[in-house]
């Protein structure tokens, strides 16, 4: 079993920065890949990035492409979510989650394990 924690949200300008962690317990960590989704009140889940077990293969989906960039330390059982040139649209609540090894990473019905979020708003 992995538990999740993402941190590094918080509150930012348009066209500013914020690094997003996801720490992971279990020492099966580097076996997962990783995906990043992000949800608004009222709306589906939706995917931003992820990441393969060994941190050569990512995906991102086209509106992050450029200004996001997903990476990974097994050393540190972390993944992080650089985000940069950051819009007011890009405002949810970002989690991270465990894919089960099955399927594409871009469908979150494909992970078993997810952290509880972290809050990001980008203010205009």
């Known amino acids: 079993q992995v538990q999740l924690v993402e941190s590094g949200g918080g509150l930012v300008q348009a066209g500013?920065?914020?690094?997003?962690s996801c720490t992971a317990s279990g020492r099966t960590f580097n076996t997962y890949g990783i995906g990043w989704f992000r949800q608004t009140p009222g709306k589906e889940r939706e995917f931003?990035?992820?990441?393969?077990?060994?941190?050569?293969?990512?995906?991102?989906?086209?509106?992050?492409?450029?200004?996001f960039t997903i990476s990974r330390d097994?050393?540190?059982?972390?993944?992080?979510?650089?985000m940069n040139s950051l819009k007011p649209e890009?405002?949810?609540?970002?989690?991270?989650?465990?894919?089960?090894g099955s399927g594409t990473y871009r469908d979150p019905n494909n992970?078993?394990?997810?952290?509880?979020?972290t809050q990001v708003t980008v203010s205009s």
Not at 16 to 20: A, D, K, N
Not at 48 to 67: E, H, L, P, Q
Not at 74 to 82: G, M, R
Not at 111 to 117: P, T
């Open 16 to 20: 500013g920065s914020l690094r997003l």
């Open 48 to 67: 931003v990035a992820a990441i393969d077990w060994s941190g050569s293969i990512t995906n991102y989906v086209n509106f992050v492409k450029g200004r």
């Open 74 to 82: 097994n050393a540190k059982n972390t993944v992080y979510l650089q």
């Open 90 to 100: 890009d405002t949810a609540l970002y989690y991270c989650a465990a894919h089960s």
């Open 111 to 117: 992970y078993n394990y997810w952290g509880q979020g």
